[in-house]
């Protein structure tokens, strides 16, 4: 499955933003999905997590104010981010669980840029 992050932009602190993550193929099967971000000179971290069964897992610096959902008769990953704030400007990434911590079908990410 391919994945491909859209959605990011420029926005002021405070305004939202949906990402969505498209999938080539179906994600009905696809127990685990998540939202990864990088930002300049950091690692990689995970954002926000959802299994097929709806349970979610957030990142404490983004608990809520984003909100991860899976349209799986769209094949369609999202993220809302309500509340941004200048340390959530990152580059997104969307990628499936293979399981015991290990990530992968990383598509090319979408840039978001808060301004304060």
């Known amino acids: 499955v391919q994945l491909q992050a859209s959605g990011g932009g420029l926005v002021q602190a405070g305004e939202s933003l949906r990402l969505s993550c498209t999938a080539s193929?179906?994600?009905?099967?696809?127990?685990?999905m998540g939202w990864y971000r990088q930002a300049p000179g950091k690692q990689r971290e995970l954002v926000a997590e959802i299994r097929s069964d709806g349970h979610t897992n957030y990142a404490d610096s983004v608990k809520g104010r984003f909100t991860i959902s899976r349209d799986n008769a769209k094949n369609t990953l999202f993220l809302q981010m309500n509340s941004l704030k200048p340390e959530d400007t990152a580059v997104y990434y969307c990628?499936?669980?293979?399981?015991?911590?290990?990530?992968?079908?990383w598509g090319q990410g979408t840039l978001v840029t808060v301004s304060s």
């Open positions: 990628a499936r669980n293979y399981g015991a911590g290990t990530w992968g079908d």
């Open positions: 193929g179906s994600v009905a099967s696809i127990n685990d």
